[in-house]
């Protein structure tokens, strides 16, 4: 391998039912920055079924180029041929870095496509940035300049480490949702549409699908609420979420919650907050009855203003919580929906 | 039906993290167990054995004391355990795990292998994928359901707003979630048993078809550049009053704050 024939900043821009993900965006954003410290473009690279009509969002979103790998065996996300997509994509273009989102696709697809090219993949990152690697010069030892330089919290999140990919290209990375920025759209902007097929030919290793069960949900998704009322095992029962429930509505909130509620099968998991479920960043988060594990806290901990609410006055969350309330949660959350429907009355 | 599931002994990071004066994790103080994901995989593998009939061989790699977890396993209902040990393995980031396990895995006679989703020590999800990339098999992950229909498998396949039904031709390598189901317990006898049985130890002799260039911490692509405890915005006030007091409390901070 020669690292410097690799060059650019690739991101898989994932897109679900021919809709953009929000990652799509995020990472090209983040991948924008990265192309501008090392001077050079971003390029998203789309895959599916009749997409091409998405690249001019990514470039409204400032992708420079745009990559459309289009074909029917690509209509829903299977492992194989997205897989193969991107490996033949890496191959024909030679990225010096290439940024997947860290979602329930991403996690899947990073690794066989990074085992099928021979590199390294650093997952679910929070931080990315070009630096030197080593960071402090060793005597003895080359310092490599405009690397990528992955961090990442591990051991549940009680740690962060800092990781480099310094002998192989390229370098690869799959990146946490709902962490980094997308960059403001610009109507109008346009970007290189290059479309590159590279065949598909069903075997052995093409699951096929059955049924796609699509979970009936008309709740927003938490990841974009600017209040989230969160519940965890203190709440009780799932009925009793409806006193969260009616907070929510009153103060223009969207409930979630921690994995504990989830495992015990009273909400489904698309709202659940944590290293396993979503990081949120919402103005202001709720957390009721909720312990605050160290995995919750590492979806949380971002958000500006956090307001705990739990009997337990050694609770964990009390350790990130802006403003913590030792109390019983059915005495207070509903006289402060009361409280409120009367404050915002008076408005 | 043979069947591999492969387990990692991870510290319980649940019971908090411990460190050395230097920074570095201190394993040696604290507590460790199966990997939730994996001890759900190999429930889900002992269910099928349960259904259908199937031989379950449990490898691990590890340190020599990983031998615990097999035992474990066994204890639980697997019917063989490997454990892949050796000094040369060490500090192996994913593409070399993985590239130690398939090397592993190719001496064995498998229809299915069965990995946990994640690990809690290091959450990438990356070595089953990888796994069955080296294998050249497909991979099914976070599996939610998993039944046998002849040669085939059919499993559902979790995504954040959907789940697929799949169906993969065995081999085939699955990764679970912890939510696939609840674990057994080991019974008395088993525990036993799994005391007095034979566990197998594999070394770098006995990896097939890998090269050393692709082992423990010289295979590994990615490097440490960094690693520090997480600084964490510290705790602010809490108080202590009576629920009406409490809710004043609220609605005076969320005014303060320009939420209402």
Excluded at chain 1, 120 to 147: M, R, V, Y
Excluded at chain 1, 253 to 259: A, I, K, L, Q
Excluded at chain 1, 334 to 342: D, F
Excluded at chain 2, 199 to 216: F, P
Aim: net charge negative; with cysteine; proline share 5%.
């Amino acid at each position: 391998m020669n690292i410097q024939d690799y060059k650019g900043v690739f991101v898989f821009a994932q897109q679900v039912d021919n809709v953009l993900s929000g990652i799509a965006l995020e990472l090209v954003g983040k991948g924008k920055d990265l192309a501008k410290d090392l001077g050079t473009e971003v390029t998203a690279v789309l895959v599916g079924s009749d997409v091409k009509g998405l690249a001019d969002e990514l470039a409204e979103y400032g992708a420079d180029k745009v990559i459309v790998v289009d074909d029917p065996e690509l209509k829903e996300y299977r492992t194989e041929p997205y897989a193969h997509a991107l490996a033949s994509v890496i191959n024909e273009f030679k990225p010096e870095i290439f940024l997947v989102g860290a979602t329930a696709i991403g996690r899947d697809l990073g690794p066989r496509v990074s085992a099928r090219i021979h590199t390294g993949l650093t997952a679910d990152c929070t931080q990315l940035d070009i630096g030197d690697f080593p960071i402090n010069p060793i005597p003895g030892k080359e310092q490599l300049h405009n690397q990528l330089l992955m961090t990442r919290p591990a051991f549940g999140g009680n740690t962060i480490a800092t990781i480099a990919c310094p002998d192989f290209r390229p370098q690869m990375a799959t990146v946490r949702p709902g962490v980094m920025q997308k960059a403001s759209r610009e109507a109008g902007r346009k970007a290189v549409v290059v479309e590159f097929n590279p065949g598909f030919t069903p075997n052995d290793k093409y699951v096929e699908i059955l049924e796609v069960v699509k979970a009936v949900s008309d709740v927003a998704d938490i990841m974009d609420a600017k209040i989230l009322v969160s519940g965890g095992r203190g709440v009780g029962s799932p009925e009793n979420f409806k006193i969260l429930e009616d907070l929510a509505e009153v103060i223009g909130g969207t409930v979630s919650c921690s994995r504990a509620v989830v495992d015990a099968g009273w909400k489904p998991k698309d709202l659940q907050v944590g290293q396993t479920g979503k990081t949120v960043r919402p103005n202001v988060y709720f957390a009721i009855g909720i312990s605050g594990a160290i995995q919750h806290v590492a979806g949380m901990e971002e958000a500006d203003i956090i307001i705990a609410i739990n009997k337990d006055d050694t609770a964990p969350i009390f350790d990130v919580a802006d403003y913590g309330i030792v109390g019983d949660l059915n005495k207070i959350v509903p006289a402060l929906t009361e409280r409120l429907k009367a404050e915002l009355a008076a408005k | 039906m043979k069947i591999v599931v492969c387990v990692k002994q991870v510290p319980d990071t649940k019971g908090g993290v411990k460190f050395n004066p230097d920074g570095t994790l201190d394993r040696g103080a604290m507590l460790t167990i199966m990997n939730p994901d994996d001890k759900a995989g190999l429930e889900a593998a002992l269910r099928l054995k349960d259904q259908y009939g199937a031989e379950v061989t449990v490898v691990t790699m590890g340190l020599p004391k990983a031998e615990e977890v097999l035992r474990e396993a066994m204890a639980m209902g697997a019917d063989k355990g490997i454990l892949v040990t050796d000094r040369v393995l060490g500090g192996a980031d994913t593409w070399a795990t993985s590239q130690t396990l398939a090397g592993a895995i190719r001496n064995l006679e498998y229809d299915l292998i069965i990995t946990g989703r994640q690990a809690i020590d290091g959450d990438t999800a990356q070595v089953g994928p990888q796994i069955s990339e080296h294998l050249g098999i497909p991979v099914i992950s976070y599996a939610q359901k998993i039944q046998i229909e002849g040669d085939s498998v059919i499993v559902e396949r979790q995504y954040d707003d959907r789940y697929h039904v799949l169906k993969a031709k065995m081999p085939c390598l699955i990764t679970a979630l912890a939510e696939l189901n609840e674990p057994r317990y080991m019974t008395p006898g088993g525990i036993f048993d799994a005391y007095n049985a034979e566990i197998t130890v594999w070394g770098r002799a006995n990896l097939v078809d890998v090269e050393d260039s692709n082992l423990g911490l010289k295979g590994s692509p990615t490097q440490i550049a960094k690693a520090s405890d997480k600084v964490r915005k510290g705790a602010g006030e809490k108080v202590n009053l009576d629920p009406t007091e409490s809710v004043e409390y609220i609605i005076d901070k969320l005014k303060v704050k320009h939420v209402i």
